[in-house]
């Protein structure tokens, strides 16, 4: 499937990577996104949050890329060994948005099937060419809770984050603060806009809320 070129369209290029690289060791292996959620699967919750907001979308997931088929999504395993998690995908996105011509990448976790529909818009509200923000929720106790795996992340950090990885650096909320993000809050929605399916008793709860409020569904 070709990507489209900035020339292609007059809509500005808004590239999302979705971060499906993980193990899933919590749910017994295999992929959390491929699990079935209401009428779909979890990546179909995800897809259908997602590709309203942005212009271009891929995949950061290992394995199988037969797995992914019928997606319309550019896979991007990672470039380093070992599995070095989370950043390891963004890095890809970012690599990817670059090649692209964007300036940034939206990153969102493939487990978090009801995250805000206005995700994008939220994060690059007002921002220039270097703006990096993450989000975060609001507990209905007040408390602030960084999402450090749904940022808009400038991809002229890519050089940086490379050195970080090889250096050992794993923790995706520490090296974006360490170079500059900021938070955007979300307020308390239900489901909680970043609820995420770790466990099997997340994938229950997920579809309690599917069957209370349908319109979630894709």
Do not use: F
């Given at each position: 499937?070709?990507?489209?070129?900035?020339?292609?369209?007059?809509?500005?290029?808004?590239?999302?990577?979705?971060?499906?690289?993980?193990?899933?060791?919590?749910?017994?292996?295999?992929?959390?996104?491929?699990?079935?959620?209401?009428?779909?699967?979890?990546?179909?919750?995800?897809?259908?949050?997602?590709?309203?907001?942005?212009?271009?979308?891929?995949?950061?997931?290992?394995?199988?890329?037969?797995?992914?088929?019928?997606?319309?999504?550019?896979?991007?395993?990672?470039?380093?060994?070992?599995?070095?998690?989370?950043?390891?995908?963004?890095?890809?996105?970012?690599?990817?948005?670059?090649?692209?011509?964007?300036?940034?990448?939206?990153?969102?976790?493939?487990d978090t099937p009801f995250f805000p529909p206005d995700l994008y818009d939220r994060l690059a509200a007002g921002s220039d060419q270097t703006a990096f923000r993450l989000a975060s929720a609001l507990g209905v106790d007040g408390r602030e809770r960084f999402q450090p795996t749904f940022g808009l992340w400038p991809v002229c950090l890519r050089s940086q984050l490379r050195l970080a990885l090889l250096k050992g650096e794993r923790k995706v909320g520490q090296w974006a603060t360490e170079n500059g993000a900021t938070s955007v809050k979300f307020a308390p929605t239900t489901p909680p806009p970043f609820f995420n399916i770790n466990l099997p008793e997340d994938l229950v709860q997920a579809k309690a809320y599917l069957d209370k409020a349908p319109s979630l569904r894709p």
């Open positions: 499937m070709r990507e489209k070129n900035p020339s292609d369209t007059a809509q500005p290029l808004r590239p999302a990577i979705i971060l499906a690289g993980g193990q899933s060791l919590r749910m017994g292996g295999g992929h959390k996104a491929l699990m079935p959620l209401g009428n779909g699967r979890v990546i179909d919750h995800v897809l259908a949050r997602l590709r309203p907001q942005c212009s271009h979308l891929a995949l950061s997931a290992n394995g199988d890329p037969a797995l992914w088929q019928g997606l319309g999504l550019d896979l991007r395993p990672d470039s380093l060994p070992d599995y070095p998690g989370p950043l390891a995908g963004i890095l890809e996105g970012m690599e990817w948005a670059a090649a692209l011509g964007a300036r940034h990448v939206l990153s969102v976790a493939a």
